[in-house]
């Protein structure tokens, strides 16, 4: 079946202008994760939902940053008022089972995030 | 300290060479481990997990050291095609948080 799809795979943003990543989860997956991956870094956790519920968003860098998933499916990671240091690949991931079961994440491709 | 640390490399290695990863973290109540494969501008895919008992799978071993807080990758017989960063992960999880931390990842080159 299909994997986690990411949209768009490319975005450039210039400073100060909001942005808006899409995600599409493996159908059927209850968690869903972000990250944030620098160049030559590991990713960095941002947010994780259980359905839609936002379970955890202690990795938001700030609150420009704000994430959603009102049906338990598609997220949607939106960045207000972007900044340069915002420049980097945006990761979501998804796993079939529930919070505390070491199930796979299994990552989109990423969007390639460009603040100029 | 950061949580969890790996030697970014890189490691340069022969074709049929033996190499290991460590990687080490600082919270002693994490409960689940894992190493991540991520190839140049791709998205991390799961190598294999890693467990108390130490686990392999073909070239690969993974083992856990609860005491000394660190996991290791051992790959045998090295191919091109390993070539890669390794990147291990770790998870806390409690009530009402989710703690999954990646290590910034160790680049390895084989070389033929």
């Known amino acids: 079946g299909a994997g986690v799809s990411q949209s768009p795979r490319y975005k450039v943003a210039k400073r100060g202008q909001d942005v808006a990543l899409r995600c599409d989860p493996i159908?059927?997956?209850?968690?869903l994760f972000w990250y944030q991956q620098a160049l030559g870094q590991g990713p960095e956790f941002l947010t994780y939902?259980?359905?839609?519920?936002?379970?955890?968003k202690s990795g938001l860098p700030s609150d420009r940053f704000f994430a959603e998933r009102p049906e338990g499916s598609v997220s949607t990671l939106k960045i207000q008022r972007t900044q340069q240091e915002d420049s980097a690949v945006y990761l979501c991931?998804?796993?079939?089972?529930?919070?505390?079961?070491?199930?796979?994440?299994?990552f989109g491709p990423g969007t390639r995030l460009t603040v100029t | 300290r950061k949580e969890v640390e790996q030697d970014p490399g890189p490691f340069n290695v022969p074709e049929g060479a033996t190499v290991a990863f460590n990687c080490t973290y600082s919270?002693?109540?994490?409960?689940?481990f894992f190493w991540y494969r991520q190839d140049c501008r791709k998205e991390p895919k799961l190598l294999m997990s890693?467990?108390?008992s130490g686990n392999e799978d073909g070239r690969f071993t993974a083992q856990l050291n609860r005491a000394s807080q660190y996991i290791s990758l051992l790959i045998r017989d090295s191919k091109l095609s390993d070539s890669a960063t390794y990147l291990c992960?770790?998870?806390?999880?409690?009530?009402?948080?989710?703690?999954?931390?990646f290590g910034k990842g160790t680049k390895l080159s084989v070389i033929p």
């Open positions: 159908s059927g997956h209850v968690s």
């Open positions: 991931a998804s796993r079939g089972g529930l919070q505390g079961v070491s199930y796979e994440q299994y």
């Open positions: 992960v770790v998870i806390h999880s409690g009530a009402g948080s989710y703690q999954l931390t």
């Open positions: 919270n002693s109540a994490s409960q689940s």
């Open positions: 939902f259980q359905n839609e519920a936002q379970l955890d």
């Open positions: 890693v467990y108390s």
